[in-house]
């Protein structure tokens, strides 16, 4: 079966701190990969996503980037957080068209 | 391009009373439904899917959706909820063409079961 890993769980960070989030998917191949975020009290944000190793797109302008270095690995970065940076960071991974798998999410506060 | 408007934000109801969390859609493709749940500080889960074939689904927890194609809507409903329901709920579609790879998510409705 498939199974998707987010690490790490929560993380408080200082504003102008580099980020590192890593997602890793097992039990599947060539997944699309996403990341999300939700900001308090809203819902889902688009903000990456991939098809395939070294392809990203992104969704929105932001100081965030993505990295794809293999198959079922899906980095989320940023070299300077902002305060408006904290939130609920999710990665899923899909099937085209068919329904998405969620990661259990990462709480990123940024003081 | 498609869009999910979930007219709701929050819905509180009393435990075993029936509840409807409402979804419509707009799109210029033939489309897949979801419906997700997301307890706190988790992420989302599947509820629920139309593909195709009949257009009432059902999900092992007593959640039942319909799709009418004529309304573009997927209303969630069940007819006694838990106070295990609490959460939040987001309705979804995707382009079954294959034509994006981008699913289109509602803002989502936060179900509040009261005692």
């Known amino acids: 079966s498939q199974t998707i890993h987010q690490w790490p769980a929560t993380l408080v960070q200082p504003v102008g701190s580099p980020l590192s989030l890593e997602c890793t998917v097992e039990?599947?191949?060539?997944?699309?990969l996403y990341w999300y975020r939700q900001a308090a009290g809203r819902g889902l944000q688009l903000l990456f996503y991939s098809v395939g190793i070294g392809q990203i797109s992104s969704e929105v302008p932001q100081n965030l980037s993505a990295s794809r270095p293999q198959d079922r690995q899906f980095i989320l970065s940023s070299k300077k957080l902002l305060l408006s940076d904290s939130g609920f960071y999710l990665c899923?991974?899909?099937?085209?068209?068919?329904?998405?798998?969620f990661g259990p999410g990462t709480r990123l506060t940024v003081l | 391009a498609q869009s999910v408007t979930q007219l709701d934000s929050q819905v509180p109801v009393f435990e075993e009373a029936p509840v409807e969390l409402r979804c419509n859609y707009s799109?210029?493709?033939?489309?897949?439904l979801f419906w997700y749940v997301q307890y706190p500080n988790q992420g989302l889960q599947l509820l629920l899917k139309?593909?195709?074939?009949?257009?009432l689904v059902e999900s092992i927890n007593g959640f039942e959706a319909e799709f009418n194609k004529s309304q573009t809507s997927f209303h969630l409903r069940k007819p006694s909820v838990h106070i295990s329901d609490t959460a939040e709920y987001f309705c979804?579609?995707?382009?079954?063409?294959?034509?994006?790879?981008?699913?289109?998510f509602g803002r989502g409705t936060s179900l509040i079961v009261h005692p």
């Open positions: 979804a579609v995707s382009d079954c063409g294959g034509g994006s790879y981008i699913p289109t």
């Open positions: 799109s210029s493709v033939s489309v897949y």
């Open positions: 039990g599947t191949s060539n997944p699309n």
């Open positions: 899923a991974w899909t099937r085209q068209g068919n329904e998405q798998f």
């Open positions: 139309y593909l195709s074939g009949s257009t």
